[in-house]
């Protein structure tokens, strides 16, 4: 019998996970089966440009997959039982149940609204594809003159921002940041983005928390309200709510808890990566919701899985940061150098040599979906069916 892995969600972390695992395991032994409702990979460090206007490059997943092993189901998940070891989803067939040995969860995150009145019936969100294009239709049918505000000072409203005033100049386009103008960043880091914004026309509310939003306009905490023809909300992600309601030992925000592998504390047949999963990094602190930490995340994950089954070597990876990049339109960008735990330090690198820097690591993201194991050999190994029945059957401990 073949050992089944199930992954859920084709994001950057769980179709790198998938593909990994694919490039390390032999197809006699193993049955890798990657779940997405999507037939083809999302870009999602792209959304405020597909938003903007601009359109994206196709990437469809039999092409990525081609010729791997790993099976596409198109599929939305309903459900998981993590102690019967199934998934529930509805597709093209209907509703069905799929029975896994290991499971890898990486179903990600949504915008978050933050409990804001009124945000989920007039405000727009660029966290996917669906919302991106409904934002794109709006924002293509605005006149001249009327007000975008984005709401969020962190690298998505940066981004959605700039890329909405490049792309629209006779817009009216305005930012609303809780704090300082970012503040997480360097004093030359935030020099040049005050400078960018101002090149751009943008206008900047700081210290500005929004508590209500309407169909034309948004209310603030000092009881004032802004003009808003458009409001795009990008005050951070929402991990998807199905890890939440299983037998999963998560954080109070829904994350799962896992080990330095990626595997759950509770359940050691399921791993968790990208936002599904809290991961601790340099530090001790929780890696942020973003690319750079779900793609790593994935590579622990399928180097782990494999040792398990195969009776390799546990890896020991850090995972660290080493700079934040941050796209300012189609001409300027910001490179933020960081700490290994991600606090800003005065290196930074800036205009159009950084614009080419960010466009050249999100093709590189996007490349290395479907060359997962970044285009070194490697060697497809025998599960040792031994080592895969004791670990599905391994109990959490009391």
């Not at 999302?42 to 010729?67: C, I, T, W, Y």
Request: charged share 20%; hydrophobic share 45%; aromatic share 6%.
């Amino acid at each position: 019998m073949q050992h089944r892995v199930i992954v859920l969600g084709a994001g950057y972390a769980g179709a790198v996970a998938a593909g990994r695992l694919a490039k390390r395991l032999r197809r006699e032994d193993v049955a890798i089966t990657l779940v997405n409702a999507e037939p083809d990979f999302v870009e999602r460090v792209r959304m405020h440009q597909l938003a903007a206007g601009q359109d994206l490059k196709p990437r469809p997943f039999s092409e990525m997959f081609a010729g791997t092993g790993v099976e596409l189901r198109l599929a939305k998940v309903t459900g998981v039982d993590v102690d019967g070891k199934t998934v529930a989803v509805v597709g093209v067939n209907g509703a069905e149940e799929l029975a896994y040995d290991t499971l890898v969860y990486a179903l990600g995150s949504g915008w978050n609204a933050q409990g804001v009145p009124g945000t989920a019936e007039h405000a727009y969100e660029i966290a996917g594809r669906p919302g991106a294009l409904r934002l794109r239709e709006r924002l293509a049918r605005l006149d001249a003159g009327q007000r975008v505000v984005v709401v969020g000072g962190g690298l998505t409203g940066l981004e959605a921002a700039t890329e909405i005033a490049e792309a629209r100049p006779d817009l009216d386009v305005a930012l609303a940041a809780r704090g300082d103008f970012g503040d997480w960043l360097s004093p030359k880091g935030r020099e040049h983005l005050r400078k960018v914004f101002g090149r751009l026309g943008i206008t900047v509310h700081e210290h500005t928390a929004v508590t209500g939003v309407e169909a034309e306009r948004v209310a603030t905490a000092d009881g004032k309200t802004i003009p808003a023809a458009v409001t795009v909300w990008t005050t951070g992600f929402a991990v998807h709510p199905i890890a939440k309601a299983t037998a999963l030992e998560v954080t109070g925000t829904g994350q799962i808890v896992v080990d330095g592998t990626m595997r759950s504390v509770s359940h050691p047949d399921v791993y968790a990566v990208g936002d599904a999963a809290m991961v601790m990094g340099p530090g001790d602190k929780p890696l942020r919701m973003s690319c750079a930490s779900g793609t790593p995340t994935a590579w622990q994950a399928a180097a782990a899985i494999a040792a398990r089954l195969t009776g390799g070597k546990r890896p020991n990876m850090s995972i660290r940061y080493f700079n934040q990049c941050i796209s300012l339109g189609r001409e300027e960008g910001l490179i933020q150098y960081v700490t290994a735990d991600d606090r800003a330090v005065r290196a930074v690198l800036t205009g159009r040599l950084a614009a080419v820097y960010k466009e050249l690591v999100c093709k590189g993201a996007a490349w290395s979906v479907a060359n997962p194991t970044l285009g070194l050999p490697t060697w497809r190994r025998r599960v040792t069916r031994e080592r895969a029945a004791a670990g599905s059957a391994v109990k959490a401990p009391a």
